[in-house]
C-alpha cells in the first residue's frame, strides 16, 4: 500500500465530509459571531446592589441637593434631589458630571513637594511637619502678618477655621474670592446697616428687572433660578433683561434691551427719575420708613431724565419710560444687578441705583422682593485667648488693604492682590494657602497674578485637583472631593431661607488625600501653644457635628437644614442705620464719589471695539474646570477644535473683512489672541463677546489648551467707590490674521 | 427660519424608502410635499383620498397585519391590555439651553467623549440641543433652544424610517411601548439608518470608546458599552423601563405609575421643561398637554404644540411647544412662499 | 473552520481535474487503487469525525475549578426558603445572583463541620473579609437585559426551568470557558451539537425566543414580527 496523490486527496476529502458532520463548523461560526459583537477591550461594567446617598453639591455656591447612585462601591451617576428646597430634583450639567470629577484624570492623588520645578510625592507627615516648622520659624520672625488664605466663602465651619487659625497664629488676611455678594453685602450694610446676606423671592415676583445678570447663565443659585423662570413662563410674570448681549437669559426674557455696556447703573437712575417724576413710587414706604429721599432725588431728577439718559445708555426715550412705568406699576416687582454669572463684584453705586429702584416700589423684604437674610449664627466657639504675637499680628493691616483708610467699607480685595506683591521690594506674603479656588486662573490679568505667585516663597494648595494654582504651588495638600467629605455648606446664593446643606462622605477616599479641615487641625496641633488650645477638636467631623449640635441630625437624615418660619423683619424692624430707616443717603454714601459710568481699559484710538465676557451655564468659569462631559456639550459656535469663536455682529465684521469662521487676531491693552470669528446678530455692534471658562493650561487634556481665558486679555478695573473689581469689558481691536 | 449653525436637521426631501409591504404607504407620502399649494398643508391631507393613518390604534380597529401578528400581546389574563406608546414634550419656551438634559443622558447612558468634540459629526450625542434663530438682524433677533432626543417615529404601523431600512434587524419598533429600539451587537454599522433619519438622532462610533484613569468606574452596567463600529441613539432609557418593571413585579403589580418611569433629562431637566409618559394613557400629563389626534397620525391638538418635519408623516412620538410662531415654523421646512413670518 | 473549509474546496477542484485527465487513460490503473481511495475516505472521515466531535470541545473549552467546593443539596436542606434564602430579590426588584461574602458569614463565621472545603473557606475568605470569585455558569453577555422578577415574580416561573437541577447537586462542576467569545459553556450547552433534551441544557437566544413565543410573551416587534429586541437586550 503506497500514498499516492490519490490517496491523499481522498483522506482529504473524506476529511472535509467528515467535518460537515460533526458540530465544528458551526459552532465555529457562531462563536466568532458572538466574539465580534463585543471587543475584549470594551469595558463590561459588573452588575451590583444599587444605593443613593444623598448629599449636597458644592461645586458652585447653588447649594443644590444631589442624590448619589451607587452600585456596590461605585459611583455611577448623581441625580438631584427630589424635594430639595432649592432644586427639587432637577441639576445642572456640573453637578451631573461629579463623578467624572471623583474619577478623573486630574485628581491630586496624594501629598506633593516641589523640588527643582518638578512634584515629588511626601507622606502627609512629612507635608503637615514642614508646613508647620516654616509656620513656626515665621512667627518666631515676627512675620506672623505674612500669612494669608485665599478661600472661595467666609461662611461655613471650614472657612471659620482656616479664620480662626489665622487670627490665633497673628494674620488677619483671610481673603475670599470675589464676586458680586461684595456689593451686595456692601449694598445692604451702607443702606439698610445690617450685616446680611440679599435673598430673592424670585418664585413670587412677577416683573423682573435685570441689568446684565445672567439669571438662566450660572447667576445665583442657577438650578434655582431655571426653576424660577418655569415658574414666571406658568405665572405670565414679565422679564426684562438689560445686557448688550443676546444671552440665554435675554434670550427667554419678555424683552431684551440691548444698552451699551457699563451704563446700566444710568439706566437704573433713568428709570427712577420717571418713576419719581410721575409719582409712582410707593409712597408709604418712602415717606415713613426711609430718609435722604429728598437729597437723593434731586441729583436724579436733574441729571438722569429720559433724554439724558437715552443718550447715555443707546435706550431710547420711550423705551425708558414705558419701562419705568411697567415696573412700578407692578404688583410684585424685583430689580436685581451683578453680571453674567456674577463673578466680578461691579461698580458698588451701580448696585446702589438699582437697589434704589427696589426702595422706590417698597419691595424690600416684602413677597416677591428683595429680602434681607442674615447670615448664619450657628457657629458658637469658645472665645479665642491670644498671645502677645497674634495679637500684633492682627494689628497690622490687612495686606490687600480693606477696611483701611483708603477702602473703608470692603471687607476682603482679592483684586489688589496681585498689584500689592507686585509693586513690593521684598514679598508681602511668605505663606499663602489656597482653599477651594484656583485664582491663577480665575484672577483678571493672569500675567501679573502669575508674576505675583511667583513671587510668594511658599504657595500652599489644598486642590483636589491639578488645577493652574495648584501646578504654580510648592506644596499641594489635596483635599478630598466633595463626595468623599463633611462640608456644611451655608447658602449664600440668594436663596430667600436661611438655608445649610451638608456634604457628606458618599464614597471612601479614593486617593491618599485628607480633609483640609483636619489639615488646619493638625497644623495647630503641632504649632502648639495657645494656637493648639484653639483646636480642642480631635477630627473636623467631631467639630463639625459638635457645631451643629441640634441641626445635626436633620442634616445627616435630610441632607439640609431649612429655617422654613423665616420671615424678613417688617419695614419698622428692618433697618439698623443710624436712623433706623433705609437710608438712599446717608455720610457714608455721600463720602463716596458720585455715580459715573466705568469706563473700560484701553483708548479708543488704538482699540477701536470693546471685549466684553459672557458666561454660558456650558462653561465654568470659576474653580472648578469644565469635566469632560461637560466640555462635550459646547457648541461648535463656542469652541472648534482648540480655536475660541468671539461673537461680533455682522455690520462690525464686515469692514474689518471677517467672516464666518475666519481667524482673526484679537488684542486688548492686556495681552493678545487668535481667535475665530462667529458672527451673531444678536450682538450690539461695535461689541466683542468671548467666552468665558476656557483657556485652561491645567486639568486634563479634555479641558486643558483649548481657547482663551477671558482673564489673559482682561484686568481688574478697581472701582473707585468700594475698590473691588469693576470691570465690565476692556478695550480691544479685532483685525484679519 | 434656520437652525443655527451648532447643527441642522437636513431638508425634509431626504428621502426614505417604504417597506415594500402593501400597507406601508410611506413611498407614497412622498408625493404630498409639493402639491403646489400656498396655504399650509395640512398635515393630515393624504393620498387617495385616505386619511393617513388609515387605522387608528386606540378605537380597537386594528389593521390586518398587527392582528395576525400581535393578537397575543393585547390579551393578558383574558382582559384586553392596551400598548402603549411613550412619548415626549418639550416646552421650548421654559428650555433654557443649559445643557443639563445631555449631560444627563451622557452620564446615564454610558456615552463615550473623546478629546475634542467639536465636530459635531463625530460627536457622540443621544441628546442634542439645537440652536435656532429667527434670522432677523440686531435688534430684532431671537435664539430658542431645542433639544432633540430620538423621536422614536411611529411612522406608519411602525415602520420608522430607520427601522425600515436596517438590514440586520438592529434597529426595530416595539408596538407594546412604541419605542424605536437599537442593538449594539446586532448593527454591522452600515449606517444606513442614519442616512434614513430625517432628525439625525444617530451617531456612528467612528473610535474605540476610551475613559481615562479609573473612569471607568462610573459606568452603568444597565446599558451596553458600545464599541467601536456601531450606530447609537437614544432609546428613552429604556432600562429604567425595565428596572421599573422589576420593581412592580416583585411588588406584585403588574403596571407602573406615571412617574416610575422617566428618562433621565426629564428627571434631570432644572426648568421641568420636558414631560415624558404614555400617550395612550389619558390620565398621564403628557397627553393632556398634546391631546394627540389619532386621526391625524398623532398631530398635537394643542396650538402651541409642533413636531419637527410634521409633513414627512414620521409621525415622531416628541412633541415641542412654543408661543413664538417662527419657533413653531422652524419645525418643518416650508417654502418662502408658504409662510410669512 | 475557514482552512478547513478551503482545503475541502481545492480538493473538490482538484478532483474535478483529476477526473477530466483519467478519462484518456486506462482502466487497470483504477482498480490498483480503488480500494485504497475508499479506505482513505473513510480514515480521513474517521479521522475528521473524531476531531470535530472529541478533540474540537476539549479544545475550544478551557476548564477551570471553582475557588470553592460547594454543595448545593446540603445546603438547601438547612434554609427555609429554598433557591431565594440565598439567590434573593433585592427590594427594588433585581436579583441578587450569587450570593456576597456577607451572606455567608451569617451562618459561617466559624468553621462547621469538618470538610476540607469549608476550611479553606473560612480560612481563605471569611477571615480574610474576600469576597469569592465565584465563576457563574449562566452569565449572559453584557448586552443581554434578563429579568428574574418578569420570570419568577410575574410569570411564576421555577428556577429548574432554566437552571436544571442544580440545587440538588453535592458538587460543583467545572466551569469551562469558551475560548473565543470568553462566556460558560453552559449558554451554548454541554452538548456541543447543541442539541437539547430538557428546558435548561441551554440558555442561547433561540432558546428565550422560542418560549416568548410559545407564550405570546412581548412579541411586538415590527421587524421580525415576533419578539422586540429591547426586551431583553439594552
Known sequence: MKIDRRSFLSFVIGGAAGTAFTPLPWKLTDDSAIWTQMWP??????YGEVSYVNSTCTLCPGGCGITVRKIEERVVKIEGLSGHPVNDGGLCLLGLSGAQLLYGPRRVKTPLKKVNGKFRRISWDEAIGELATKLADLRAKGGSHKVAFIAASDQGTLPELINRFLTVYGSPNFIRTPSILDSYELTLDLMHGVQALPGFDIENTDFVLSFGSGLLDGWGSPVHMFRANSSWRDRKSTVVQIEPRLSNTAAKSDKWIPIKPGTEGALALGLAHVIIKESLYKKDFVHNYTIGFEKWRRPVVDGFSPDIVAKITDVDQTTITDLARKFARASKPLAVCGRGRGTTPGSLKEFMAVHALNALVGNLNMAGGLWTIPDADYIDWPELEMDDTASTGMQKGRIDGAGSQNYPHARYLFNRLSEVINSASSPPIDVLGVVGSNPVYTAPDTLSTKEAFEKIPLVVSFSSYMDETAEMADLILPNHIYLERYEDVPVISGIKYPLIGLAKPVIDPQFNTKHTGDVIILLAQALGGFIANAFPWESYEACLEETLGDKWETLLQQGFWLNVSFSPPSWAKAFETASGKFEFVNDQIDALPRFSSLKPEGKEASFPLVLIPYDSMRLQREFIGNPPFVIKTVEDTVLKANDVLVEISPDTARPLGLKEGGYAELSTPKGSARVKVHIYDGIKPGLVAIPAGLGHTAYSKYLAGKGVNINSLIGPVEDPASGHDAAWGIRAKLSKA | MQFGSGGYLPPAHSTFGGCGLPHCQIAEKQKTYDNGSKKLPDPSIRLNGVNWPAKIEDDGARSPIENRQFKGVLMEKGKAKKNKKFGMVIDLDKCTGCGSCMVACMAENN???????????????????????????????????????????????????CVSVCPATATDYDMNTGIVSQIYTRCF?????????????????????VWPDGMEKMLSPNVSVRMRGVVEKCSFCFHRYQLAKDKAYYEGRQDLEEDEYQTACTQACPASAITFGNLNDPDHAITQIVRPDHQLGGRSKNPRAFRLLERLGANPKVYYLSNREWVRHSGDNYRPDEVKL | MSTLDDQANQAVNAETSEAEETAFQVNDQRKGSGGYIILFFILGF???????????????????????????????????????????????????????LAQCIDCHEEVQGESEAEAKFVSEYVQKNREVPWLVYSRQPPCVFFSH????????MECVECHGPIGESESLKPYEQNRITGYSRDIWGANIAGLKKNAWDRMKMDDCVECHRTNNVNQGSVQTHKGGCFVCHH
Open chain 3, 149 to 156: 422578577a418578569a420570570h419568577v415574580k410575574k410569570a411564576g
Open chain 2, 189 to 209: 454599522g452600515c449606517r444606513y439608518c442614519m442616512a434614513a433619519c430625517p432628525y439625525q438622532v444617530r451617531v456612528f462610533n467612528w473610535y474605540d470608546p
Open chain 1, 41 to 46: 477591550w470594551t469595558p463590561v461594567p459588573d
Open chain 2, 111 to 161: 456615552v463615550s467623549f473623546r478629546e475634542d468634540e467639536t465636530d459635531k459629526l463625530l460627536s457622540v450625542t443621544w441628546m442634542r440641543v439645537y440652536k435656532l434663530t429667527n434670522g432677523k438682524p440686531f435688534p430684532d433677533s431671537e435664539i430658542c433652544y431645542l433639544p432633540r432626543p430620538c423621536m422614536h417615529c411611529e411612522a406608519d404601523h411602525g415602520h420608522s424610517p
Open chain 3, 46 to 100: 474517521v479521522a475528521s469525525l473524531i476531531v470535530g466531535w472529541v478533540i474540537f470541545p476539549k479544545l475550544l473549552y478551557s476548564q477551570r475549578k471553582q475557588p470553592v467546593e460547594f454543595n448545593h443539596a446540603l445546603h438547601n436542606g438547612e434554609v427555609d426558603e429554598a433557591c431565594e434564602s440565598c439567590h434573593f430579590f433585592r427590594e427594588d426588584g433585581s436579583y441578587s445572583g450569587v450570593p456576597k
